[in-house]
């Protein structure tokens, strides 16, 4: 069962716009959400994280928004590049555990 | 700076074949991944080493070995290869702690025929 519900699939955008990722999860034990960015040919790297006391969290471009009470957590992306075309994943840590729950990944396409 | 480091990048095998999937990382990170991606199915966990002398199963363990070899290294086993294993194998490590991210190699592309 897929414990962590990353949506949409894929997503197409035009540079400057703002494209939204979403992720639901049901464990309550979760208490770590970070997101993954992967170029083709290469391995996911760590972009950004977010603990469950913070509601809202920036780097850069990149934003978390987290909502504890739904379960739900989001990534925008500000101000797009063509650069930032890459396949974003979500993923879940429960409790003390070094393993992750990943979603399924979003493939993001910014256009020129 | 390394990283982690998969070999071979690539490789073609026949069904019934058998083959090792070598990562090395150079980060003195404990714990360890082997993850199997294909398209629509994100990253899937086969086996994990939380540390030196420790393998633990993930969620689709089925089919593979793995050794740890020392700190360093992580193999992964393919005894006898099925079509169903064609996947891009991706290694990582992590220091203890989980909200340490998990360090990626660029990954192993397998192809069984």
């Known amino acids: 069962q897929q414990q962590v519900k990353q949506s949409p699939q894929s997503l197409i955008v035009q540079k400057g716009g703002i494209p939204i990722i979403n992720c639901a999860y049901e464990?309550?034990?979760?208490?770590?959400f970070p997101w993954y960015q992967q170029f083709p040919g290469k391995g996911p790297a760590l972009l950004i994280a977010i603990r469950p006391d913070v509601s809202e969290k920036k780097e850069g471009r990149f934003t978390i928004s987290f909502n504890k009470s739904a379960k739900q957590f989001s990534l925008h992306i500000m101000d797009s590049q063509p650069g930032d075309s890459a396949t974003y994943f979500c993923?879940?840590?429960?409790?003390?555990?070094?393993?992750?729950?990943w979603g399924l990944g979003t493939s993001l396409a910014v256009n020129p | 700076n390394a990283g982690v480091t998969q070999t071979p990048k690539f490789q073609v095998l026949k069904t019934g074949q058998s083959m090792t999937l070598q990562c090395a990382q150079d980060?003195?990170?404990?714990?360890m991944y082997w993850y199997r991606q294909d398209p629509g199915m994100g990253l899937r966990l086969i086996y994990y080493?939380?540390?030196?002398?420790?393998?633990d199963k993930g969620e689709v363990p089925n089919g593979y070995n793995v050794s740890r070899l020392n700190k360093r290294e992580f193999s992964l086993r393919l005894e006898s290869a099925a079509p169903s294993q064609t996947s891009v194998y991706f290694c990582?490590?992590?220091?203890?702690?989980?909200?340490?991210?998990?360090?990626f190699g660029d990954g192993t592309r397998l192809s069984i025929l």
């Open positions: 980060m003195n990170h404990n714990s």
């Open positions: 080493s939380a540390s030196e002398g420790t393998t």
């Open positions: 464990n309550t034990a979760f208490d770590y």
């Open positions: 993923a879940a840590r429960p409790g003390n555990n070094r393993k992750l729950i």
């Open positions: 990582a490590s992590s220091t203890p702690g989980g909200r340490q991210p998990q360090h």
